[in-house]
Nanobody, 125 residues
């Protein structure tokens, strides 16, 4: 099964940008649809965005539309989250996740089979 490792988090000022990466190993990356989630202290983990196995289809949560972009490179076994115009409310631990099933709602955590350990993003005001 695929193993996932996030990187690229850090501290950034409001209005700044970060690019998160998710490296996959130990499986056939292109067979997994992927997602990004985040969890702030005291809050539930929430959907940020998802991308299809081929990378041709993406979907973002309303809270990040127009600011965040998801992409993947199946040749490199990588997924990315480009985050622009960051806000303090974007501060959270960001997780990448992989799922085999495709005919399911990408928003729901339980539909994902594998998770990374997360990377912290902190946006200062």
């Amino acid at each position: 099964q695929v193993q996932l490792t996030e990187s690229g988090g850090g501290l950034v000022q409001a209005g700044g940008s970060l690019r998160l990466s998710c490296a996959a190993s130990g499986g056939t990356f292109s067979t997994y649809a992927m997602g990004w989630f985040r969890q702030a202290p005291g809050k539930e983990r929430e959907f940020v965005g998802g991308i299809s196995r081929s990378g041709t289809s993406t979907s973002n949560a309303d809270s990040v539309k127009g600011r965040f972009t998801i992409s993947r490179d199946n040749a490199k076994n990588m997924m990315y989250l480009q985050m622009n115009s960051l806000k303090p409310e974007d501060s959270a631990v960001y997780y990448c996740a992989a799922r085999i099933a495709v005919a399911v709602n990408m928003v729901y955590l339980n539909n994902y089979d594998r998770w990374g350990l997360g990377t912290q993003v902190t946006v200062s005001s």
